[in-house]
Nanobody
Framework: EVQLVESGGGLVQPGGSLRLSCEVSELPFDDYVIGWYREAPGKEREGVSC???????YSTDSVKGRFTISRDSAKNTVYLNMNDLRPEDTAVYYC?????????????????????WGQGTQVTVSS
C-alpha cells in the first residue's frame, strides 16, 4: 500500500521556522514528483513547492525566499524547510506524489491532481 506520511507540523510564532517531512513508501521514489500543498480554513488547496526526480524545483511566489524543498532518496523522504513564517502560512500541509517531471508545474498548480496524498499536518503561525 502506498503511503505518504507527513510530520513536523506545530505551533510557531511569526518569524519562526519549521521543517516538515514526508516519508514515502511503496512507490519508486526516484520516478515521482513530490510536492507540498496546503489548505487554509475557507480557502482552496494550493500548491506550495514541488521537486522532480532530477532535482528541479518549482514554488509558488508567496513562499519563494522563505521555504525550501529538498528530497533524500536514501531515506525516501522529502522535506520542506519553512523560515520567516507568517500567520497567512497557517494551514494543513499535505505532501503528494505523481509521475511525470514534465508535468511538475501542472501538478503544483493542481491543474492535474496528484494521484497519492498524505494525511496532512497542521501548521499554525500565531503569537
Amino acid at each position: 500500500e502506498v503511503q505518504l506520511v507527513e510530520s513536523g507540523g506545530g505551533l510557531v510564532q511569526p518569524g519562526g521556522s519549521l521543517r516538515l517531512s514526508c516519508e514515502v513508501s511503496e512507490l519508486p521514489f526516484d520516478d515521482y514528483v513530490i510536492g507540498w500543498y496546503r489548505e487554509a480554513p475557507g480557502k482552496e488547496r494550493e500548491g506550495v513547492s514541488c521537486v522532480t526526480s532530477d532535482g528541479n524545483i518549482y514554488s509558488t511566489d508567496s513562499v519563494k525566499g522563505r521555504f525550501t524543498i529538498s528530497r533524500d532518496s536514501a531515506k525516501n523522504t522529502v522535506y520542506l524547510n519553512m523560515n520567516d513564517l507568517r500567520p497567512e502560512d497557517t494551514a494543513v500541509y499535505y505532501c503528494a506524489a505523481d509521475r511525470g517531471s514534465s508535468r511538475a508545474i501542472q501538478l503544483l498548480r493542481l491543474w492535474v491532481p496528484p494521484g497519492y496524498w498524505g494525511q496532512g499536518t497542521q501548521v499554525t503561525v500565531s503569537s
